[in-house]
C-alpha cells in the first residue's frame, strides 16, 4: 500500500556536522510535506513545509528538498547542535488529514 | 496565546473504566484531529473532525468515540479502557487542508 517512510530508524550525527535525514514517499499525486521534530516527552513540532511545486525550501538552519522523479524527501540540518537531538517525522498531507513516517532519531554526539 | 491544550497530562485506568480526555485550541482553527502513538509505531490517528458538529474515523477508531460540540473543544472518549490502550494521546489542530498541525504536549494514559 501506500505510504510515508524514512530509510534509518536512527541517525549519529556529530556536533557540528550537517545532518541528512531521508524520507521515501509511495503516493505520487502528494502535494504536500512536513517536517517535524518530537523531543522526549513532547509533542510533534513543526519544522518546515514544502510544496509539489517546490523542489527546496530553506528556514532557520534547515532546508528540506523533494525529488519528485524518485518520490524522495529529506531534510538538511546545518551544523547539528545537542538541542537538535530528537526524533524526526517527515508527513504527507492526503484528503483532510496528515500521514506520519515512523521517525529518525537523531544522536548528537560530541 | 496557548496554542493546544490537552488535559490531563497523565491518568492511570483500571481496566473498564471509562474516561474522556479533553483537547482545546484557540486559533479559531477548523480541523482537530487525536493521535495515539506507541513505541515504534509512529503517530496513528484514531479520529478526526474537520468541523463543529462533524467527526470521522482515522486509522484505529476502534474503543474510541469522539465528539465535537464546539469548534475549539474535541473530545477523546474512551467508553470501556482495555490495557491494550495504554498509549501517549496526541490532539493536533489545523487551519484547513494542507496546513501544518498544531499538536498538544499529550496525555499519557496507562490502563491496568
Known amino acids: 500500500g501506500e505510504s510515508v517512510g524514512l530509510h534509518l530508524p536512527t541517525l549519529s550525527v556529530q556536533e557540528g556536522d550537517n545532518s541528512i535525514i531521508n524520507c521515501a514517499y509511495s503516493?505520487?499525486?502528494?502535494?504536500?510535506f512536513i517536517w517535524y521534530k518530537q523531543e522526549s516527552g513532547k509533542g510533534p513540532q513543526f519544522i518546515i513545509d514544502?510544496?509539489?511545486?517546490?523542489d527546496k525550501r530553506q528556514g532557520q538552519r534547515v532546508t528540506v528538498l523533494l525529488n519528485k522523479t524518485v518520490k524522495h524527501l529529506s531534510l538538511q540540518i546545518a551544523a547539528t547542535q545537542p538541542g537538535d537531538s530528537a526524533v524526526y517525522f517527515c508527513?504527507?498531507?492526503?484528503?483532510?488529514?496528515?500521514?506520519f513516517g515512523k521517525g529518525t532519531r537523531l544522536h548528537i554526539l560530541p | 496565546n496557548a496554542g493546544v491544550t490537552q488535559t490531563p497530562k497523565f491518568r492511570v485506568l483500571k481496566t473498564g473504566q471509562s474516561m474522556t480526555l479533553l483537547c482545546a485550541q484557540d486559533?479559531?482553527?477548523?480541523?482537530m484531529y487525536w493521535y495515539r502513538q506507541d513505541p515504534g509505531m509512529g503517530l496513528r490517528l484514531i479520529h478526526y473532525?474537520?468541523?463543529?458538529?462533524?467527526?470521522a474515523k482515522g486509522e484505529v477508531p476502534d474503543g474510541y468515540n469522539v465528539s465535537r460540540l464546539k469548534k475549539q473543544n474535541f473530545l477523546l472518549g474512551l467508553e470501556s479502557a482495555a490495557p491494550s490502550q495504554t498509549s501517549v494521546y496526541f490532539c493536533?489542530?489545523?487551519?484547513?487542508?494542507?496546513?501544518?498541525?498544531?499538536f498538544g504536549s499529550g496525555t499519557r494514559l496507562t490502563v491496568v
Open positions: 503516493n505520487s499525486a502528494s502535494d504536500y
Open positions: 514544502i510544496r509539489s511545486n517546490m
Open positions: 508527513a504527507e498531507w492526503r484528503a483532510q488529514i496528515i500521514i
Open positions: 486559533m479559531n482553527h477548523e480541523y
Open positions: 493536533a489542530s489545523s487551519p484547513g487542508t494542507a496546513y501544518g498541525y498544531t
Open positions: 473532525s474537520v468541523g463543529e458538529g462533524t467527526t
